[in-house]
């Protein structure tokens, strides 16, 4: 009884469930093929075949994916974040812990121990305190050297002329200079690149949730109308089906205790006494064709006999060589003999005299008691089972109503969903759309700026470069545009831009950083690895999907603690296995698909068909199929003059071949002949020869074409009527005690097992019947766990919304701080290659040798000014030399 309760409670469940639970009312299939006959050579009974729902549905979401070219650049931010966090656990034990779903302080929290979550992000806050030190530090440092250079040092004054070995330092800080711009070169392109792909990730993220949202409302639908379909359209195919075995019960166990039993001997003579009638006009008609054909035959001889007389004549009198050939080929002389004996055919009169006495003696009678017998237990049958059809008919149609009620609901919950997601999707991606227009310039123009200014420094290296490079020495007049001097002052201007940006520069690549590290590790890994990933894991552990779909009492548990656990990870590995959404969202736990099995028993359809089994009773001992008169009149039939019908003799005496060879050829040569003969004195012979042309052709056309088609039509008859005469290959003369031997075992068999027989037959149908509805019902619990609500088109959902986060924002993000980290750490050395190359770019003459290099010392010489002379101000440059000595330099 318990057992009994839990089923009616899961199919009366059918009608109050909540809409969160609508997709655990999946409960049918897509079932294959189309109703045809009730059974298969009159004996076997066919299997019910259904039509196969067939769509073709184009989802949008996309997960095909280009890196354009920065592949390896976010394979290695991955490798390098991932190194940084630690590994498979991101947060060490003991910090925090989940309990009864609710987020808890771990004992090590509690406490206020965070040496060991320091020890594990050290890496992380090594870089944040670096990237501090450096932010603070740089524009101090920036202001002290421009105190420095100001004051004449750090290389804001010089000795015009090079040092000993200032070329050589000259070309290593060049070149040193060269790949630090080419390095930063890379940078520059990895941050321009990837500011614009995250910027197009971010633009085209609403678009890919609206796909997603279409393309789970298609699948929604699509699923909505397989359930429909399986349920009203091959339902309806299995009704019809059903509905057909029932018209037709009767036949098939009436005609199976024939085959059994051999009463289907009864009909066959039936049959064949009911064809006498038939049979004796087809012998009539065949002693009709005899008489003609030996009419059509004399007159034919007749004819021929005086063609070949005239021809004889008149070709033998011919002297030309074509008379001679024709009276040669067509053997003239013989024109009039055929091998065919019209008067051995026999003769049919006394056979159809016989037939009168029987059919006037009314032997057809004979076999109506044993077809009567077989009627009105066919009748019996018939009565029985209509009796019986309403109810089963009803309790088919209350199943399909039922079924039809569960395609409604599950149709009408399933619109509902569409629409929430729909009208959510568009409310908010409709809010997102407005603030990323509001707002997303401003985050893509910091990233330009931040490029521009990465560009602008690259750009004053690079010129820079080439004119320390390709420019002559300054000399103070007029100087060009790209000398030495302009490649210095190129170089300062690059370090000044480092140092008025560096530290707004750091900052904005370290919140780049910090954004994308968490959300690396805290969406896309997780995401991409659900079932084995530590952080998925605690958030699995979070939520037991169990208490949001199967909060009450389900299949006699108490609660859903008592259900195997059931994850959010566990959805998603199953869908991307392309399971059913059965299996997907376990509701098993909710509704057991195998209950629908005992909607037999439910609708009370086997019951039914266990009445209609005992419903069929006769009285099988009298059962007289066949009479000890009826039996003498049958056999005396068998002795009849129907015995001595013999088919070979008209075959065999009949042929196609009437005339040895054909009238119409000869006519036609013997008037060709003619026309050959020229000679005046044969003019007899040529009007001869045209006229018995003339008689050949008209006998081809009134006597041999009709004696042609006579004796086909003869030929026939005879067949047929010795077809009718044979049974199982035995001649009429055997055949007649043959059937009378099966119909008495016939009667033996009905008298003695027909009762037992017709109900195991009875039986063999409605366990036919009851199974073609289990086969059904099996069908729709293997189609509910294996084939309806294939979970693939969500699987590329979810794919899909990982492509469009993590492949198209949030790797162009890590990209983005990784190329301006790359360019700041290569400020750094560029600023001190950058300042000592453009001391050397400023001195304007060689290296002059090692005695004037070595009275140097501090400044140039000045002039001592002699009263009358002008002030010192006004010399351009001392001669080299002259040398006032040590105290004016002071």
Known sequence: MTGDNDRRSVIAGYNMLPLKMLLSLLVVCILFGSSTEAFENGLKFKQTKYTEWSKNVTYLSKTSYNARGMKPLYEISHKVMWFLIGGEDPIPDGYFELKDGQVLKGPKAERNEWGDLVLHYWPILLIVLLVAILVASMPIIGLCFCCCRCAGACGGRSEPFDKKHDTCRRVFLGFLLILLATGILFGVIVAFATNSYMQFGIDDGTDAVRAGSKDTQKFLATTSEQLEYVLVNNYKQLSDHLEDILRTTSDYIITNLEQQSKAISVSRLTEFLEKLPSLKNKLQQMKTITNDLRVYASQLSDGLRGVKRDLLVMLNKCSDQSCKDVLNRYEIGKLDANGIHYDQLPDVSIIIDNLDQLINDNIASAGEKGSNALKQMRSHLNNTIASYTPQIIESINKAGEGLQKVSNDIKTELDKVSKVIDTNTNKYTNIADNYLVEYGPYR???????????????????????????????????????????????????????????????????VHFLIGIVTYRGVCVPLRNPQDDAVFAEFDNLIDLNEVLYPSKIKGQAASGSLPPFHISHVIVACQKNQTIYEVLHINNMVDINAIKEYPADYKINKTLDDLVNGIDFNDSNVDILSPADKQRILELGQSALKDFDSDQFVHNLNDNITKHSLTDIAQQLRETAKKITSSDMKDVQISLRNQALHLETYEQNLVIPMKTQSAELIKLAKELDSTLTYKEQKFQQSIPLLVTEIEQAQTFIRKDGRNFVKSSAETFTNHFAGEIDRYLNMVVNAVE???????????????????????????????????????????????????????????????????????????????????????????????????GASDQD
């Open 786 to 884: 294996n084939k309806i609500g294939i979970c693939h088109p969500m699987a590329n959902v979810y794919e899909a919304g990982i492509v469009a986060a993590c492949n198209n924002i949030i790797d162009p993000l890590n990209g983005f701080w990784a190329g301006v980290f790359w360019c700041v750490i290569l400020f750094l050395p560029t600023l001190i290659v950058a300042v000592k190359l453009s001391s050397l770019y400023q001195k304007s003459d060689p290296y002059p040798g090692p005695l004037v290099e070595s009275h140097w010392d501090g400044g140039p010489p000045r002039y001592q000014n002699p009263p009358m002379a002008p002030p010192a101000s006004e010399y351009e440059r001392p001669p080299p030399y002259y040398y006032p």
């Open 444 to 510: 893509f123009y910091v990233g330009i700026g931040v490029c521009s200014i990465l560009l602008l420094v690259l750009v004053c290296l690079v010129a820079a470069l080439l004119c320390g490079i390709c420019g002559k020495r300054p000399d103070g007049y007029g100087d060009d545009c790209c000398n030495k001097g302009s490649g210095s002052r190129f170089l300062m201007f690059a370090v000044a831009i480092i140092f008025l940006t560096i530290s707004g520069i750091t900052i904005i690549a370290l």
